[in-house]
């Protein structure tokens, strides 16, 4: 029995994942044996069946984890509404041991965080250019950009970097995961602190 199945809602989400959890000591948690798996409806489909999709499953993993964008998944209710939500309607199928996180407004939120990494990936290394897009972008209650996602790809653009899923997997495996204070991120690592604790 594998320790942990992740349900993501894309590609994107499946490469930083991939690069988070091979970081147990940054995690502070003991090695793990994980599968991911990107639903086929994305953020609409993981929030709508996650479980029925995962339930398939249960026989095979301890825990179960789905993660998918608030911004995609085509509801208006905050991100906190849709976690208990989804929670509980795994709970109900029968995964005692699962959680939800929700990326608010969406994965590329964890992108941006005070790292030398961050430029070197997004911006071929000009941290001028991605301090001064930063400096401009419009700004949540966390000081992050508002529109994450988008001033990726414009960084990308100007730098006709093509734009790949790997280059979340750099960002996964480099960038300081202790640096990063999305609350999102901040209840995933708590989560898989308190499932697997370091030995």
């Given at each position: 029995?594998k320790d942990?199945i992740?349900?993501?809602?894309d590609k994107?989400?499946e490469?930083a994942?991939k690069?988070i959890?091979?970081r147990?000591e940054?995690l502070?948690?003991?090695?793990?044996?994980?599968?991911?798996?990107i639903?086929?409806?994305?953020d609409?489909g993981?929030?709508?069946?996650?479980?029925?999709?995962?339930?398939?499953h249960?026989a095979?993993?301890r825990y179960?984890l789905?993660?998918?964008d608030?911004?995609?998944c085509?509801?208006?209710?905050?991100?906190?509404?849709?976690?208990?939500?989804?929670?509980?309607e795994?709970?109900?199928?029968?995964?005692?041991?699962?959680?939800?996180?929700?990326?608010?407004?969406e994965l590329?939120v964890?992108?941006?965080?005070?790292?030398?990494?961050v430029?070197q990936?997004?911006?071929?290394?000009?941290?001028?250019?991605?301090?001064?897009k930063l400096?401009?972008a419009?700004k949540?209650?966390l000081?992050?950009p508002?529109r994450?996602k988008?001033?990726?790809?414009?960084?990308l653009?100007?730098?006709?970097?093509?734009?790949s899923s790997?280059l979340?997997l750099?960002l996964a495996q480099?960038?300081?995961?202790?640096?990063?204070?999305?609350?999102?991120?901040?209840k995933l690592?708590k989560?898989?602190?308190e499932?697997?604790?370091?030995?």
């Amino acid at each position: 029995m594998k320790d942990l199945i992740v349900l993501v809602a894309d590609k994107n989400m499946e490469h930083a994942l991939k690069g988070i959890l091979r970081r147990s000591e940054a995690l502070n948690i003991r090695p793990i044996t994980f599968d991911i798996f990107i639903h086929p409806r994305r953020d609409p489909g993981v929030l709508n069946t996650a479980p029925n999709f995962l339930r398939l499953h249960m026989a095979k993993y301890r825990y179960a984890l789905v993660l998918f964008d608030r911004e995609g998944c085509g509801c208006n209710e905050t991100a906190e509404v849709l976690e208990g939500r989804v929670k509980r309607e795994l709970q109900q199928s029968g995964w005692q041991n699962a959680e939800a996180v929700i990326l608010d407004p969406e994965l590329e939120v964890w992108v941006f965080v005070d790292s030398p990494h961050v430029p070197q990936v997004i911006a071929d290394g000009d941290e001028q250019l991605c301090s001064q897009k930063l400096a401009h972008a419009k700004k949540n209650r966390l000081n992050k950009p508002a529109r994450p996602k988008e001033l990726m790809e414009t960084l990308l653009r100007e730098k006709r970097i093509p734009r790949s899923s790997s280059l979340y997997l750099k960002l996964a495996q480099k960038v300081s995961l202790s640096n990063c204070s999305d609350p999102a991120f901040l209840k995933l690592r708590k989560i898989l602190q308190e499932w697997f604790p370091p030995r």
